[in-house]
């Protein structure tokens, strides 16, 4: 089974964490959490009440405004703010080895439409 999240707009990136965190400890969380929520709101709205059992492999498009930021910096706290929203909203269990055996990431322009584009992929035992 394939399910699909869409989340418009773009994720602070690990730079800004880690200067937010170097700022003062309290501001890395908040800003951590104001994407979190970000995430979470796309999740209820898009995959309700989804409970995932099975492992997952995971696809992510990142479709970015621009070639500003580094691909790196997109996607790594990106991953772990959306995957920690996941299991928040417990549609999966966890994000350790056995739930999550695998990602992928790709990068797009899209000058007039910034999002990122999520397929949860279900992987047979």
Excluded: H
């Amino acid at each position: 089974m394939e399910y699909f999240l869409r989340i418009n707009g773009k994720l602070d990136n690990l730079n800004d964490y880690t200067s937010a965190c170097r700022t003062n400890p309290y501001k890395g969380a908040q800003m951590k959490r104001k994407n979190e929520a970000k995430v979470i709101v796309a999740i209820l709205e898009q995959l309700k009440r989804l409970r995932i059992k099975k492992p997952v492999y995971m696809v992510y498009d990142w479709y970015e405004p621009n070639k500003r930021r580094d691909l790196d910096n997109i996607s790594s706290f990106g991953r772990k703010v959306i995957q920690d929203a996941l299991v928040e909203t417990k549609v999966l269990a966890n994000d350790s080895w056995r739930d999550i055996v695998g990602f992928q990431d790709n990068f797009y322009i899209d000058t007039k439409n910034p999002r990122i584009e999520v397929t949860i992929k279900e992987i047979e035992k």
